[in-house]
C-alpha cells in the first residue's frame, strides 16, 4: 500500500477564506476535505497518510518548509506520492500547487499537481506531471477522478499521457530528425495542402488573456501601491537586480520618502536608454504625483515598499510567477490597487 | 531560364606556389591570394586551411563562401561586388564543392561566432564537413571599421572566385540543370520559398547585387541569382541563426523544392524580404510579401527568417498574412525554450498560420572539447578563456547550427 500526503490550501482545508490565507503550514493525519473522496478512489491499493495545508498567501513562498513537513510525516515505509490540489483556475493555490508538486520531485518523491490549464501557477510545475481539473470547484468530483486515476499510473510507474489529462509543460527535447528541416518544411507543405490544418512540429505556445480586475470602489480611501518592471534600484543596486532576464524581484522601502532624487536612484534595465530615466527617476517610478494624489485626497495612502524586476528578455514563466507573487503580498498587506509602469 | 552547375569535388587542400586545381587537390598560392586580399583598409592578412576531423576551432568566424566562377575574372560571378551589377543565373557555374573561404576575427556589433571541425560540434556546422580557407586579419591603423567590413567582403568574394577559376579547364565531377521556376499552372501544388533577410544597418546588413536589400521591398528573385551570388550576407549577429553567404549560395529550401519540382510539387519561385527594426515596416513588408506570392501563383510558402526574436515577429507577420490570401505557410523557426527546454518556444507566433518546422533550442547546452589550435582570435569572446580550452555553449553560438534556411537535422520534440 502506496503513502500518499495531499497539499490542499486554507480553503479546502476548512479553515477560512481570504481571513485565513495567511495562515503558516500545517500537518493534519489522514485526509482533509477533498482528500477524502480522493482517499475513497484511492483505496484499497494506497491510502492518504497525512495533509498539509497552508494560506493561500503565503504557501508559494514557503515551499520548503512545506516540504520538511512531508518529510516529517512518520509512516512506514515512508511517504512514496505528494498529490497537490485540484486547484482549479485560483492562482495563488495553482501556484503552490505547481511548486510543491515541483519541490517533491526534485526532492525525489513522485508528486503531481492538479488545476485547470489556464492556471497561471501551471509554469511553475515545470516538468512535475500536472493533470487538468475543472475550471471552478463545481467540477470537484471529475478532477477528482482524474486525479486519482494520474496517482495509480505514477504509482504503478506507467506514463502520463494527454490522454490521462496531463497538462503542462514537456520539455523540449533535442534530437536528430530523419530529414533536413528544409526537407521536413516541404513535407508539412504538402500535408496541410492535402487538408490536414493542425500538423505542425512546434505547438503553439499559450499566451495569458487577463481578465482586468474589477475597477476599485472609492480610490480616496484605497491603499495604492507603485509597482514597475523598469529596473529602478538604489544607485548602488543592493541587491544586484538583473538587468535582463530577471530571475527575481525586489522591494524597497518609500514610505519615509516624498521623491527619488537623480544620482540616489538608478534605472538598471539593459532593454533602452536608461538617461532619461536616471535625469529623473519619477519617470520610472511617480512616487512625486503618488504623494500629490495622497495629499489631494484622491489616494487614500502609498503602500510603504515599491516592487521592481526587470522586464527586459525575463521569461514568461518568471513574469507570471512575479505578478502572482505581487498580487499576492499586495492583497496581504491591504493595498487595494496598484500602478505598475512599464518601460 | 537555366542554370546549370559544374561540381567539382575538393578532396585535398594546401598551400604552394601558384593556385591550381588537379584531381580533386586545391592548392592555393598565398602570394596570389594575399594580392587579391591587399586593401587600404587592411594592415595584412594571414591565410590558413583547416579540414573536416583536425582537432581545430575557429572562432570570431563571420562570412562564409562557397569557390564560384562564370569564366575568367569571375565571369559576372557575385554581381555587384566581383562581376558588375547586372541579372544572373543562367548560363553556367563552376562549383569547388566541399570547401569555403572563411573570415574570421574581431567586427564591432559581430556576436561571438564558432566552428569545431571536430567533436560534437563539427555535424552542427555546415563549415564543420568543408575544407575552410581561413581569412584571419589585422586592420590598418586608421581604418574605419565600415572600411575593414568592406574590404573583407571584396577580398574574400574575389578570392572564392579565384579559386573557383582554377576549376574552369577542369572536367566537373557532376553537372547540374536547374530550370527556372514556371509561372505556367500544372496539376501540382505550387509551393515556393519566402526568405527573410537581417537588414538592421552596419554589421548587420545584406546585400542584394551589391547593395543593401535593407529599405527595399520584397522581391521575386530566380532561385539561380541565389547559385551567382546576387545575395551575400553582411549581417553577423546570431551565430546559429544566421545565413552567410556559403547558406544562400546552396539555400536547403530552394534546393529541397528544385529536387521535388515536377514530382510532387511545382517550385512556384522565390521571394526575398528584408527584416526591418520598426513594427510599421514589418507589417507593410509583410503584407507586401503575401501579395507578391499571390501574384505568382503561390499554393504554399515556405518562410525562412534569419536572427532572433524580432525576426520572429517578421515570421508571424507574413504567414498570417499568407494565410489571409488564402496561401499556406510554413514557418522554419528555431526555438528559444530554455536550458531545460521548458520555455515558451517562440517569441511571436502566427495567429491563423500554425505549420511550423523546428529547427532546434537555442538554449541547449554543449559540451566542445580542447582542441589543438584555433584561428580567428586568442580568446572565445563569451566566456573570456582561451579559444582552445574546452567549454560548454549553448548551441546560439555555433555557426549555422540552427539554420533558419532548413539546413541541418537539428529538431527539438515534446519529451
Known sequence: MANIVHYINQFFAGVGGEDSAGAGPTLV???????????????????????????????????????????????????????????????RYGLACARVAAAAHDAGLRAVASMHEDNPGLDEAGT???????????????????????????????????????????????????????????????????????????????????????????????MVALVTEGGLVPDENPGSLESARATRWLRYPIAEIDGLQAGEWRSIHGGFSTAYANEDPHR???????????????????????????????????????????????????????????T | MALTRLIHHVRRVGL????????????????????????????????????????????????????????????????????PARPQGDGETHVLRGTAVVTAGFLPRAQEALVDLSGPAAALSPLGATHNLVIEFTPAPDASWEKVDAALRTGSL?????????????????????????PVRRDRPRVGAITNLQTQGLFKDVFLYGRSFGSSLPTLLDPGELDDGAVVSGQFGHPALKNPTFMHQNHPVVNELRRRHGRDLDFAGLVICPEPVNQA???????????????????????????????????????????????????????????????????????????????????????????????????????????????????????????????????????
Not at chain 1, 512540429?201 to 474589477?214: K, N
Not at chain 2, 579565384?162 to 530550370?179: K, R, V
Open chain 1, 29 to 91: 493525519a489522514g485526509p482533509v476535505g477533498p482528500g477524502r473522496r480522493l482517499a475513497e478512489l484511492l483505496a484499497p491499493e494506497h491510502q492518504i497518510v497525512a495533509t498539509v495545508w497552508c494560506g493561500d498567501d503565503i504557501a508559494s513562498g514557503v515551499v520548503p518548509a512545506i516540504i520538511d513537513l512531508i518529510r516529517s510525516v512518520d509512516t512506514d515505509g515512508g511517504v512514496d506520492l505528494v498529490a497537490a490540489g485540484p486547484a482549479f483556475t485560483s492562482g
Open chain 1, 128 to 222: 512535475t506531471p500536472v493533470v487538468a481539473s475543472g475550471e471552478v470547484a463545481r467540477r470537484m468530483a471529475p478532477s477528482l477522478d482524474r486525479l486519482a486515476n494520474a496517482i495509480g499510473l505514477l504509482l504503478r510507474d506507467e506514463p502520463l499521457t494527454a490522454a490521462d489529462g496531463r497538462i503542462g509543460k514537456l520539455a523540449r527535447l533535442t534530437v536528430m530528425a530523419d530529414a533536413t528541416a528544409a526537407e521536413r518544411a516541404v513535407d508539412l507543405a504538402l500535408v496541410r495542402l492535402g487538408g490536414d490544418h493542425t500538423a505542425t512540429e512546434i505547438p503553439l505556445p499559450r499566451f495569458d488573456q487577463v481578465t482586468p480586475a474589477a475597477p476599485v470602489e472609492d480610490l480616496r480611501t484605497a
Open chain 1, 284 to 342: 520610472i517610478l511617480p512616487l512625486d504625483v503618488g504623494r500629490q494624489l495622497v495629499a489631494e485626497g484622491a489616494f487614500g495612502s502609498l503602500f510603504g515598499e515599491y516592487f521592481v524586476t526587470t522586464g527586459n528578455g525575463t521569461s514568461v514563466a518568471n513574469a507570471r510567477r512575479f505578478g502572482i507573487e505581487w498580487a499576492a503580498d499586495l492583497r496581504h498587506s491591504g493595498a487595494r490597487a496598484a500602478i505598475l509602469t512599464a
Open chain 2, 16 to 83: 604552394g606556389q601558384r593556385t591550381t586545381f588537379t584531381d580533386g587537390e586545391l592548392t592555393v598560392s598565398t602570394d596570389e591570394a594575399q594580392g587579391i586580399l591587399a586593401d587600404a583598409a587592411l594592415a595584412g592578412v594571414r591565410l590558413s586551411w583547416l579540414s573536416p576531423g583536425e582537432s581545430a576551432r575557429i572562432v570570431k568566424v563571420l562570412d562564409a563562401v562557397e569557390p564560384r566562377t562564370k569564366g575568367p575574372g569571375g565571369g559576372g560571378i557575385f554581381p555587384g561586388f566581383v562581376g
Open chain 2, 158 to 182: 574575389r578570392l572564392a572566385a579565384w579559386l573557383a577559376e582554377a576549376a574552369l579547364d577542369a572536367e566537373p565531377d557532376e553537372i547540374e540543370e536547374l530550370p527556372s521556376p514556371s
Open chain 2, 281 to 415: 515596416d514589418k507589417e507593410l513588408v509583410s503584407a507586401f510579401a503575401a501579395r507578391v506570392c499571390a501574384a505568382a501563383g503561390f499554393d504554399a510558402a515556405l518562410v525562412t527568417k534569419e536572427g532572433g526574436g524580432n525576426a520572429d515577429a517578421d515570421m508571424a507577420l507574413k504567414m498570417d498574412a499568407l494565410a489571409e490570401l488564402g496561401i499556406e505557410a510554413v514557418g522554419l523557426y528555431a526555438e528559444m525554450a530554455g536550458t531545460d527546454g521548458t520555455g515558451p518556444s517562440i517569441v511571436v507566433a502566427p495567429e491563423k498560420a500554425t505549420a511550423m518546422v523546428s529547427t532546434g533550442n537555442y538554449d541547449h547546452r554543449l559540451q566542445l572539447p580542447a582542441v589543438d589550435k584555433a584561428l580567428g582570435g586568442d580568446e572565445f569572446a563569451l566566456l573570456h578563456i582561451p579559444a582552445t580550452e574546452a567549454f560548454e555553449v549553448p548551441t546560439a553560438v555555433v555557426y549555422c547550427a540552427l539554420s533558419p534556411l532548413g539546413w541541418g537535422r537539428v529538431t527539438a520534440r515534446a519529451g
